[in-house]
């Protein structure tokens, strides 16, 4: 079996839940580049030190970090930030007060951690890709583009793919995306979003990365708060622009069935510095709004 070539223990804290935290960097349980097995969590990723896996295993209370591949000693060194053990939650307990549903939340979930990649384009290439489609649309079109590129990923899991080189996605003519359930539009976004990569990576913050991403032709406020929330483990992103988190979050807080972005953004203003975590405790909740007429699986409606 491959010998890791970097490995750290990390304490995380009492209740601290290892599959909930990291299940947003994983599309599905077949994500080609990152997926949960037997209770490890293996996650493929470039760095700047080239490509790289890693694994996170919870043992005797501790969490096992351990790095395979060139980049290595990079995943190793975020570790704790992928798992999500540099989520800050200060002052989020006097906010989550104000409102007996999410103070509830907070209480049953406090073992849910939000991760920080600190890589931008993996995730911009999902968000692209989860524009305007059904989650089943998007999961297609990102697999096969992974896998179009396809370049097998270090460590002992197989198979796991990297994800694709920005650098050959921005070469790479719109109509190669097609057979993919991806239309010019989107490519486009993405080519475009590739070629402006190394920008990206080099932002400071979530908010310069907001910034920048919205200067992309293509890509809206939904898509930059899809990226920074994981890539920066932004606590306050809100993916305006949403077919369903307006009316979850109304329903949620206000007994309202329905509601607009205004309505929601109204509603999650107590709680600002941590609007995108009420979202990700009322998605763990697993708290939906009724459904009237035909069940709607649009990801991304208004704004991309």
């Not at 839940?17 to 990152?34: N, Q």
């Not at 103070?103 to 600190?118: C, D, I, Q």
């Not at 931008?120 to 692209?128: D, E, G, N």
């Not at 990226?227 to 993916?239: C, F, M």
Request: net charge positive.
């Amino acid at each position: 079996m491959t010998a890791p070539a970097a490995r750290r223990t990390l304490r995380p804290p009492a209740g601290y839940r290892l599959a909930a935290s990291v299940r947003g960097l994983t599309f599905s349980p077949y994500d080609p580049c990152a997926r949960i097995a037997a209770g490890t969590f293996w996650w493929a990723t470039r760095t700047p030190a080239g490509p790289a896996t890693l694994a996170l295993r919870p043992e005797a209370g501790e969490l096992i970090a351990e790095g395979y591949g060139p980049g290595a000693d990079w995943v190793v060194d975020r570790a704790d930030a992928v798992a999500g053990l540099r989520d800050h939650l200060a002052g989020f307990a006097e906010l989550a007060a104000a409102h007996p549903l999410i103070a509830r939340l907070a209480r049953e979930h406090h073992g849910l951690r939000m991760p920080a990649t600190g890589l931008v384009f993996p995730r911009v290439l999902r968000a692209v890709l989860e524009q305007k489609v059904t989650g089943k649309e998007a999961y297609r079109a990102y697999a096969a583009t992974v896998r179009h590129f396809r370049e097998p990923a270090p460590g002992p899991l197989q198979p796991l793919l990297l994800p694709p080189e920005p650098a050959a996605v921005a070469a790479t003519p719109y109509w190669v995306f097609h057979p993919f359930g991806v239309e010019q539009r989107r490519a486009d976004t993405l080519r475009r979003a590739a070629a402006v990569a190394d920008r990206l990576e080099r932002c400071a913050d979530a908010a310069e990365a907001t910034r920048r991403l919205t200067a992309i032709p293509g890509v809206g406020p939904w898509t930059a708060a899809e990226v920074v929330r994981v890539a920066y483990g932004d606590p306050d992103a809100v993916s305006v622009g949403d077919y369903h988190i307006p009316n979850t979050v109304a329903w949620a807080l206000a007994g309202e069935p329905r509601g607009d972005d205004a309505r929601m953004l109204a509603l999650l203003e107590p709680f600002r510095g941590h609007r995108g975590r009420v979202c990700l405790l009322l998605e763990a909740a697993g708290i939906q709004a009724p459904r009237y007429g035909p069940r709607a699986t649009i990801r991304s409606f208004a704004a991309y």
